[in-house]
């Protein structure tokens, strides 16, 4: 299949990260034998976007807030709605909408979600998406598959505890619960604990970050409170490449992966427990 992939395509320097959620899925797509032609949402205007998509099979598309508002709106759903009634269209994406009060506007302003078909890892609004007609399904997050191989343990690395992700958590909705973790975590642990990224330095990605998982013991993991079927990427990351992850026991996440299959939990905040269960593996 000849699919176009509309998105960012090249590597997001401003924040030090090497690669995209478009190049991995790029990536796999081909691995699978689909031809994908990439267009990129940053410089490319909907006439040149849909003339390119009509050379094709199908549309994916996944969006970055502040790219796609570089275009006129109107002409992204006059597009879409012209796609539509010509081949498959989906937008494909790992970020969470419902319950966000800067981004749950962007269902109903951006053209992404007029795609026949649109897939998050957000699976606890069903009737919230079909309420607004879009046609969701729950995509649970993934890892890229040529990366799921062991790390190699380094010296500067080690550490028995880390948190890998964003200290200073951009959703006010969440942050609260990020601080009390990291804080929690800190008093328990001490100098037995790293955070990753380190201060002005990029976060480890691809193969460095098996590497890293290899070189810890236990990866420390938060979820959103009171959520349902919806968890970050990094559980199946840590868990994909080779580490040990503690997490909350998120519903549905069990069901994928159980208790013991490279991840313990505890219950959904009660970061005090989570303490208990990473010390327990550690000592294992």
């Known amino acids: ?46 006439a ?9 099979d199908m549309l994916l598309w996944t969006s970055t807030w502040g790219y796609n508002e570089l275009w006129p709106q109107q002409e992204g759903f006059d597009a879409i709605d012209f796609l539509n009634e010509r081949m498959p269209t989906a937008a494909l994406h790992l970020d969470r909408w419902w319950g966000l009060s800067n981004r749950e506007h962007q269902i109903h302003d951006s053209p992404m979600f007029r795609c026949q078909h649109v897939f998050t890892p957000d699976g606890d609004h069903d009737g919230d998406w079909r309420k607004v ?24 690395w080690r550490s028995d505890v880390a948190f890998v992700g964003n200290i200073n958590y951009g959703h006010r909705e969440h942050a609260a619960d990020r601080s009390a973790m990291l804080d929690t975590l800190s008093e328990a642990f001490g100098d037995r604990m790293a955070l990753w990224p380190r201060p002005s330095e990029p976060a480890p990605f691809g193969l460095d970050y098996n590497d890293l998982l290899a070189s810890v013991k236990v990866v420390a993991a938060d979820s959103w409170a009171g959520s349902n079927r919806y968890w970050s990427n990094r559980v199946f990351e840590v868990v994909g490449r080779g580490g040990f992850c503690v997490h909350p026991d998120v519903d549905g996440l069990i069901d994928l992966l159980p208790e013991g299959s490279g991840v313990a939990y505890f219950p959904a905040g009660d970061w005090q427990t989570m303490c208990e269960v990473i010390e327990e593996w550690v000592l294992s």
């Open 1 to 46: 299949m000849r699919i176009a992939y509309l998105g960012t395509h090249e590597p997001m320097t401003a924040r030090g990260t090497p690669w995209t959620t478009e190049t991995a899925w790029a990536a796999s797509l081909v691995l699978l034998g689909h031809e994908v032609i990439r267009v990129d949402e940053k410089t490319t205007p909907w």
């Open 48 to 56: 040149t976007r849909v003339s390119i998509t009509l050379g094709c």
């Open 133 to 156: 007609h879009v046609n969701h399904h729950w995509l649970p997050a993934g890892v890229y598959g040529p990366e799921c191989v062991p790390g190699v343990p380094r010296d500067e």
